[in-house]
């Protein structure tokens, strides 16, 4: 008898990520569901370490996601190698200049620097805000290796701007928007065999 998915696993299998997005920004009460389901996440140790810093400025967001661009690895996908086809990423497309994609809503997620699980603990969160972003119509992206978009003098200008202690480094962004009007919800990659060992 075929297993009938319930509602958390259909959110998972259709969770994707998002790259291309509506200018208009999300409902603030999407947004405050979103952050709760990343506050709600486990961490290591129940110590709640990570800080989730909203930036919905376009200014602000656009530069950061310019920096971003510019510190990334110019490797870029080939004909067999690639990211998505559906949405493209910056490895995908060199003529992508804005690294977020001109999201609406970025959140970067900042962590102790001394504490051995920063990375897991954003990564835990992020999955959970990113789930509840699905559920809500909103789409996400996982943005890795957050601090290269502060890596200059506007960058580090804005950390001091937005209070941050120097003792936290920037894990990761997480991006969210509407998916673009007309967009297809892109199929995921067939996965992989044999990544599952019965022991
Ligand atoms: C640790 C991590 C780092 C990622 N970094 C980026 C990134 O810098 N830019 C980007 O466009 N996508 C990034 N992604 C998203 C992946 O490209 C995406 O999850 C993957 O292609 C699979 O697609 P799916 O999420 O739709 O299943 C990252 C995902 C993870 C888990």
């Known amino acids: 008898m075929e297993t009938i998915p319930n509602e958390v696993i259909k959110n998972i299998m259709h969770r994707r990520a998002i790259r291309s997005f509506e200018t208009r920004q999300i409902e603030e009460s999407a947004l405050q569901q979103i952050l709760q389901a990343g506050l709600y996440a486990p961490s290591a140790g129940g110590r709640q370490g990570v800080l989730l810093v909203v930036c919905q400025d376009k200014e602000i967001n656009e530069r950061l996601g310019k920096i971003k661009r510019s510190n990334s690895n110019p490797k870029m996908a080939t004909a067999t190698s690639y990211v998505s086809r559906e949405q493209p990423s910056i490895a995908d497309d060199p003529n992508l200049r804005n690294a977020f994609y001109d999201a609406p809503t970025v959140i970067t997620m900042f962590a102790p620097k001394n504490f051995l699980f920063s990375a897991e603990d954003c990564a835990v969160a992020a999955e959970n805000m990113m789930l509840a972003a699905d559920s809500l119509g909103i789409g996400s992206c996982y943005i890795g290796a957050g601090w290269t978009a502060f890596a200059d003098s506007y960058?580090?200008?804005?950390?001091?701007?937005?209070?941050?202690?120097?003792?936290?480094?920037?894990?990761?962004?997480?991006?969210?928007?509407?998916?673009?009007?007309?967009?297809?919800?892109?199929?995921?990659?067939?996965?992989?065999?044999?990544?599952?060992i019965r022991v």
């Open 155 to 196: 960058g580090q200008e804005i950390l001091r701007r937005w209070g941050i202690r120097t003792d936290y480094y920037a894990v990761m962004q997480l991006l969210l928007g509407y998916p673009r009007e007309g967009d297809n919800h892109p199929t995921p990659k067939p996965r992989k065999d044999n990544r599952i």
